[in-house]
């Protein structure tokens, strides 16, 4: 009698899954806004895979290479730099457990923290990076614009910032100026000052008006 022996065979196919690396998918930042304002959000989105290793998030301030903010994920770890923790709200998060901290949220921001930001996201696997510009400006504490003569005036604002660009109207057309223009840099912002000395004469009863653009 013949014995009839059965052999299964499981064979192991591979199983290919593709991981998504770390990748910033959007970098948002509420510009311009007024120094001294309530508030503003910086917002570095990414996404990830939790398989990834030592992932960190840091953030940099224009051309210094220290991070003014560092978040180490698996450490739930937070840490910011002088230049930015007086006006950091600790307790902000996003609605995102994954990614809670992805973004700061800072208080009454001054003219000092304008700038470029720059958020990376790394891990042993892989990285990336974004950039954005965070406009804070300063609306002149004085302006001032006089008419000395027929031929000259004289247009001063003072504590703007950024530097700022001064423009002259006539009857809504723009009145460009053959006299001198110059902008001084103080602790409290930039000063314009436009003097007007044209070839031919100004009457001076006509509406002026000044656009100041930072």
């Given at each position: 009698m013949k014995q009839i022996i059965t052999i299964n065979?499981?064979?192991?196919?591979?199983?290919?899954v593709q991981v998504e690396a770390a990748q910033i998918i959007s970098f948002n930042v509420t510009s311009p806004v007024e120094n001294g304002t309530s508030s503003v959000i910086l917002d570095c989105n990414f996404i990830f895979d939790p398989l990834e290793e030592n992932l960190v998030m840091k953030w940099y301030f224009n051309?210094?290479?220290r991070p003014v903010y560092q978040w180490i994920i698996a450490l739930r770890k937070r840490s910011y730099s002088e230049e930015i923790r007086r006006h950091i709200d600790p307790d902000f998060t996003v609605d995102n457990q994954l990614t809670e901290?992805?973004?700061?949220?800072?208080?009454k921001p001054t003219t000092q923290l304008s700038g470029n930001y720059k958020c990376t996201i790394s891990s042993v696997q892989s990285s990336d990076s974004a950039s954005a510009k965070l406009i804070v400006y300063a609306p002149a504490k004085s302006f001032s614009f006089r008419a000395y003569n027929?031929?000259?005036?004289?247009?001063?604002?003072?504590?703007?910032?950024?530097?700022?660009?001064?423009?002259?109207?006539?009857?809504?057309?723009?009145f460009k100026s053959s006299g001198p223009s110059r902008v001084k840099i103080s602790k409290e912002g930039y000063t314009m000052i436009t003097m007007m000395d044209n070839q031919f004469i100004i009457n001076v009863i006509f509406p002026f008006r000044i656009q100041i653009t930072v």
């Open positions: 065979l499981v064979l192991l196919g591979l199983l290919t051309d210094n290479p901290h992805r973004a700061i949220r800072l208080i027929e031929s000259t005036v004289l247009c001063r604002a003072t504590g703007l910032y950024p530097s700022p660009v001064v423009e002259l109207y006539r009857l809504n057309k723009p």
